[in-house]
């Protein structure tokens, strides 16, 4: 396949999923990390690397921010918010830390590309549904023919970009200067 016919078909896999993307669950998953001061995330793989590149903006907005594999991280409390990426809604020791953080207290918010797996479905208290082809899924996304999570991944790491410059654009106190000053200062 031409270079140009493939950027051109994946460029369209994008829209198709913006133009599907449920408006109101993402004002909620915006609002949601609005109003949580102190956020521990979660998620492997490709999607993981996006989730862990939305961590470091939500650090610069000033947030509290915890990874949940740094050997850092303190224990979850009660009102805490755990963002857990979860592709197909499901990976075991994905859910199996959210089941712990729900136990301690914390909002468990699965953001997806298969809102009928088991997390999304049990121990989520609230799913925020990207519609993009993702590896293993099993729910009705926008189809890709890129090979396995690869729509889903690129489309939530842009996402969480966008919602970064959402809040900054809503939060008088923030912009993207501020943020630049909590960027890493020692490299």
């Known amino acids: 396949m031409e270079f140009k016919t493939m950027y051109e078909a994946i460029l369209e896999e994008h829209r198709k999923v913006y133009e599907s993307l449920n408006q109101q669950g993402l004002r909620e998953f915006i609002d949601t990390v609005k109003a949580h001061e102190r956020i521990f995330l979660i998620g492997v793989g490709r999607e993981g690397l996006a989730t ?3 961590a470091m903006r939500l650090m610069h907005m000033g947030k509290e921010i915890h990874w949940i594999w ?3 991280t ?3 409390q ?9 592709g197909d809604g499901q990976i075991g020791h994905i859910n199996y830390v959210c089941e712990r953080a729900k136990e301690a207290g914390a909002y468990i918010y699965v953001v997806t590309g298969s809102p009928s797996g088991r997390t999304a479905k049990e121990v989520a208290d609230a799913v925020f549904f990207l519609p ?9 996304v926008v189809p890709s023919m890129q090979p396995m999570g690869n729509l889903f991944e690129q489309c939530l790491l842009i996402t ?8 900054v ?4 106190e923030l912009s993207f200067e501020k943020m630049s000053c909590r960027h890493r200062n020692v490299e």
Do not use: C, Q
Not at 132 to 140: L, M, N, P, S
Not at 169 to 172: C, D, H, N, V, Y
């Open 132 to 140: 993009a082809a993702v590896y293993r899924g099993a729910d009705d």
């Open 160 to 167: 969480f970009d966008m919602i970064v410059m959402t809040i």
């Open 169 to 172: 654009e809503e939060t008088p």
């Open 74 to 76: 303190p224990g979850i």
């Open 70 to 72: 740094d050997d850092t």
């Open 78 to 86: 009660k009102g805490d918010l755990v963002i857990a990426t979860l």
């Open 52 to 54: 862990r590149a939305f």
